[in-house]
């Protein structure tokens, strides 16, 4: 029989359970459409954290029942979704005045790459994937506080923590936490260089190091 | 005076031009213009430049108009979903302004604020800034986007009095309230038209001087685009 090779790093679940630590009770919060919706599931108990959609929505509630489902009540992502007794609704406007006023203390979104200065790309491959930025660039530009959540290797293997990004931006010098599967970086401040914070269960430093071309400090 | 009109093609008489600049509401296919795209792509009216968030999805929405091809540019910040738009744009027959979201927001709620100019953060630094002007305020850089002020705004809302007061539902808010009132002229389909003085005058989402054109557009079959529902808990 061969052996089963171990499980190592983070699944996507973990990484959104790692991304819910950085809650904190009062917050409200944007999260962007994949692993970051997962944070979701992992608001601690008894923390008030409200939700954010960007297309004019505070108080995001979970999927609706089947019979419930009400097509002029969707996320950012399209998909159907519940309102809680504390929703608000407001126009597009209105919500993007909230997001580049400041007003939000979080944001969650996936990544392509990030620079060692904390630049983000994760909106356009050029030639390849066109869709658009949506609301990336004004949440970037806006929300306090940034955490990338993402895969630490593309699927080639090839680092996605990098020393300058090779995609067209979504933000320059915006990120201030990056969550892989392997590891968990932090930098205090827009000036400061990115700190190795965390390792995953079974991975380490030297691992880090192989698999990241951005400079970072340990 | 009298805003209220049979159907959408008599409430856009007069109204559309080839060239013109649009401002659509809606997001995703969630509070889209539907009965007014139809009519618009009835019509023919061609060279179109339209600002809306998305550019509907293959068949569907503004979609409708990208297969007839009345539409030259679009200005939009997102736009999956769509394969004859990647094509379209792909082989350099559609033009395609990309805006960040909140922008494209921003650009109409101050077009029609009779705003021309305002400056933000967003995209500072990315490919979105490039031929912006830039400017420092205490000691951040700034870009300077345009307001969009169309030609004519296509807009959906739930309910509407006689006057043209108007109220959204849920999220289907989204872009119509910023894109109506980016219209030099704005025509409106509604799900309920109903007698002036029923509507609580403290909760009008678009007062009635924004809206010049009304239509009853129900009964309506609102598309959903990814149905994602919970399982009820055994009792």
Redesign the interface.
């Known amino acids: 029989m061969a052996t089963q090779v171990e499980a190592k790093g983070w699944d996507r679940n973990q990484m959104a359970a790692r991304a819910a630590k950085e809650l904190k009770d009062g917050y409200y919060v944007n999260l962007g459409i994949g692993i970051p919706t997962l944070v979701a599931n992992n608001i601690p108990q008894g923390m008030t954290v409200t939700l954010q959609?960007?297309?004019?929505?505070l108080g995001i509630g979970?999927?609706?029942?089947?019979d419930q489902?009400?097509?002029?009540?969707?996320?950012a992502?399209?998909?159907?979704?519940s309102?809680l007794p504390n929703t608000s609704?407001?126009?597009?406007?209105d919500?993007?005045?909230m997001?580049?006023g400041g007003h939000i203390d979080l944001a969650v979104l996936g990544g392509m790459e990030v620079s060692e200065t904390g630049?983000l790309a994760n909106w356009m491959v050029p030639g390849k994937m066109?869709?658009?930025?949506?609301?990336?660039?004004?949440l970037v530009?806006?929300v306090k506080k940034i955490i990338v959540v993402m895969e630490h290797t593309s699927k080639n293997g090839d680092p996605k923590f990098i020393p300058e990004c090779t995609l067209?931006?979504?933000?320059?010098?915006v990120i201030d936490m990056i969550i892989t599967d392997l590891a968990v970086f932090q930098r205090p401040d827009h000036d400061s260089p990115f700190r190795l914070i965390e390792t995953a269960p079974g991975v380490s430093s030297q691992e880090i190091r192989e698999k990241t071309t951005a400079h970072y400090v340990e | 005076m009298q805003k209220i009109y049979p159907n959408a093609e008599a409430a856009l008489e007069g109204l559309l031009f080839d060239g013109m600049l649009i401002a659509a509401g809606g997001?995703?296919?969630?509070?889209i213009p539907e009965r007014l795209i139809d009519a618009i792509q009835a019509s023919g009216v061609k060279d179109l430049t339209i600002a809306s968030?998305n550019a509907g999805i293959d068949n569907e929405g503004l979609g409708k108009l990208l297969r007839t091809r009345q539409v030259k540019k679009m200005i939009?910040?997102?736009?999956?979903e769509n394969k004859e738009f990647?094509r379209q744009?792909?082989a350099g027959e559609l033009e395609v302004e990309?805006t960040?979201?909140?922008?494209?927001?921003?650009r109409?709620?101050a077009g029609g604020a009779g705003i021309p100019g305002f400056y933000?953060?967003?995209?500072?630094?990315?490919?979105?800034a490039e031929g912006k002007e830039v400017k420092t305020f205490d000691g951040d850089d700034f870009i300077l986007e345009r307001g969009i002020r169309a030609d004519l705004a296509i807009i959906k809302g739930?309910k509407a009095d006689e006057s043209g007061n108007l109220v959204?539902?849920?999220?289907?808010?989204?872009?119509?309230?910023?894109a109506a009132t980016s219209g030099k002229v704005c025509v409106a389909e509604v799900e309920e038209i109903v007698p002036v003085g029923s509507l609580d005058p403290d909760s009008i989402?678009l007062p009635s001087i924004y809206v010049k054109r009304l239509i009853l557009g129900a009964p309506y079959d609102?598309?959903?685009?990814?149905?994602?529902?919970?399982e009820?808990e055994a009792a």
């Open positions: 959609s960007e297309n004019g929505m979970p999927f609706p029942y089947d489902v009400d097509p002029d009540l969707i996320n992502g399209k998909q159907t979704i309102e609704y407001f126009s597009s406007a919500s993007f005045a997001i580049r630049d066109i869709k658009g930025m949506g609301g990336a660039m004004d530009a806006g067209p931006l979504t933000g320059k010098n | 997001f995703g296919l969630c509070g968030n939009a910040s997102y736009v999956g990647e744009y792909l990309f960040p979201q909140g922008t494209l927001a921003e109409m709620r933000t953060k967003t995209g500072v630094g990315t490919q979105v739930w959204f539902r849920k999220t289907a808010r989204n872009f119509n309230q910023p989402h609102k598309k959903i685009e990814f149905r994602t529902v919970r009820r």
